[in-house]
């Protein structure tokens, strides 16, 4: 197909689309799948206590569901060209729906986490489904404030999460995690029927299906290895195999996809220098933001011996100023570029970082509030404005591909970043609890803190001199001509 027929087509697709009930469905989608995600972990210790399970059993709820979302995310860019947008979209919900209902009902814990799987099996559906329909309905000069709005979402279920999720297990069973969700995800479906329209290209190109193998045992040991090794020991024969197996996998899925006529994902995007950059940061940032995301509460609960309700407060305003500040940082993107945010915006994460590697068993509650503030300030003006700068410099085909790629290894990312920080953690209280045996636990705990926030600085360096190479690109020409049709 040529690249005039291309434009001519997507200008006829988008003629008199009205963007704001397609906006409204996706972010409603959204809000409801990443609350829940963030609902569930602060219930592991009564679910333990339900069910009768280690603590080993019960990280499988967080384990699965990363797994399946690594597994199912690169294969959504072949699926977003086969389905079109409203069919991906209402069964990515649809999905979430039926496993929230099954998490809510189950008698037994293998029940609970086969709900989990099929929660993950919507989210894993929906969040690229949602940033590709944003890159197609909006031209480049438009994209940050709608990007923002989506990073509001994003950032505002994780920020009440922890907070409501306290609340609802000192009033009420564990169950009622899911019950309050099913009226939230039902609305999500209906609103999305009546409002949602199509705005993808249907092309079904060939199923490669030893590429979708291939990624699902590349990227899925990937994330299985270290999500083990985050719970155990790095020297555990089925973490080592895991991951071996995973990195061969992944090396001949890429080779694959520059091989075949039809990649499922098309690592061309990666030929557009700026999206490249992009990536690699991104790949780093995620990682430096789970040395807090997983380490903090640990340092709450344990070193400063806040309830579970309390540590979810402590961690509440950042997360709410980080879903006010998106919208904003996406209209300031749209005006000024990408680098007079992103620059300034890695300055502050990395300040907060460092700041973080002098905590202790001292350490006021407000004095966690504010840095955390600043770290998710610094988080709000590099995220989006990233990303969509990243993307901006796609052609339209490679949308749904890009967006497939920032998903998959944000993922890893995740994967690793957990798996490596505990385990710095865990060392570093290790070795300070042999060199001084009449230590506190706690502070034993705040020794490996500090080792993790530390290494984390470090790793964030690697972000911010990539930060200074990013600015602006303009669209390709078969996104100008979309526009001027």
């Not at 009420?172 to 029927?193: G, K, M, Q, T």
């Not at 509650?365 to 590099?382: E, K, M, R």
Request: hydrophobic share 55%.
């Amino acid at each position: 197909m040529n690249v005039s027929t291309e434009a001519e087509r997507a200008s006829t697709d988008l003629s008199g689309i009205k963007r704001g009930p397609i906006v409204a469905a996706l972010i409603i989608g959204a809000f409801v799948a990443i609350l829940n995600e963030t609902l569930l972990n602060i219930a592991f210790p009564d679910l333990m206590i339900e069910f009768n399970i280690s603590p080993a059993t019960i990280q499988w709820l967080s384990t699965a569901y990363m797994l399946v979302i690594g597994i199912l995310v690169p294969v959504t860019a072949l699926l977003q060209q086969w389905f079109t947008t409203r069919q991906m979209f209402l069964s990515a919900m649809i999905l979430f729906l039926a496993g929230t209902i099954i998490c809510g009902a189950s008698p037994v814990f293998e029940m609970l986490l086969v709900g989990r799987v099929v929660q993950a099996l919507g989210t894993g559906l929906m969040l690229p489904v949602m940033m590709n329909t944003i890159l197609v309905i909006f031209p480049p000069e438009k994209r940050g404030g709608a990007m923002g709005m989506i990073g509001l979402v994003i950032m505002f279920g994780p920020a009440i999460g922890p907070t409501l999720a306290g609340l609802i297990i000192d009033q009420l069973d564990w169950r009622w995690l899911f019950y309050l969700v099913i009226p939230l995800a039902a609305f999500s479906v209906a609103f999305a029927a009546a409002y949602l329209r199509n705005v993808s290209d249907i092309t079904k190109p060939k199923v490669d299906v030893l590429s979708i193998l291939l990624s699902t045992v590349g990227f899925g040991g990937i994330v299985y290895g270290f999500s083990k090794a985050g719970e155990g020991s790095w020297t555990d024969p089925v973490v080592v195999w895991t991951i071996a197996v995973g990195a061969v996998g992944v090396v001949l899925f890429v080779i694959r996809q520059l091989l075949v006529r039809e990649p499922i994902m098309d690592l061309r995007a990666f030929k557009f220098p700026m999206f490249s950059l992009v990536t690699v940061m991104m790949l780093v940032l995620m990682m430096t933001l789970f040395s807090t995301m997983i380490l903090l509460p640990l340092f709450l609960q344990t070193a400063l011996l806040m309830t579970a309700f309390k540590a979810g407060l402590t961690l509440m305003p950042g997360g709410i100023i980080n879903g006010v500040m998106a919208p904003v940082s996406g209209k300031l993107f749209d005006k000024f570029g990408p680098r007079v945010l992103v620059v300034p915006g890695l300055i502050l994460v990395l300040l907060a970082v460092w700041l973080f590697t002098d905590i202790s068993v001292d350490t006021t509650a407000g004095y966690v509030v504010t840095l955390h503030i600043i770290l998710l300030v610094g988080i709000s003006l590099v995220m989006m404005p990233a990303q969509t700068t990243g993307l901006n410099q796609l052609p339209r085909q490679l949308y749904p591909h890009g967006t497939a790629i920032l998903n998959t290894l944000q993922q890893v990312a995740g994967a690793i970043g957990t798996a490596l920080f505990i385990s710095i953690m865990s060392s570093g209280t290790k070795d300070f609890m042999t060199k001084s045996p009449n230590a506190t636990p706690a502070e034993g705990l705040v020794a490996g803190l500090q080792d993790a926030f530390l290494i984390g600085f470090f790793i964030g360096l690697v972000a911010l001199v990539l930060g200074f190479f990013i600015k602006r690109v303009t669209a390709p020409k078969e996104e100008n001509k979309q526009e001027v049709a």
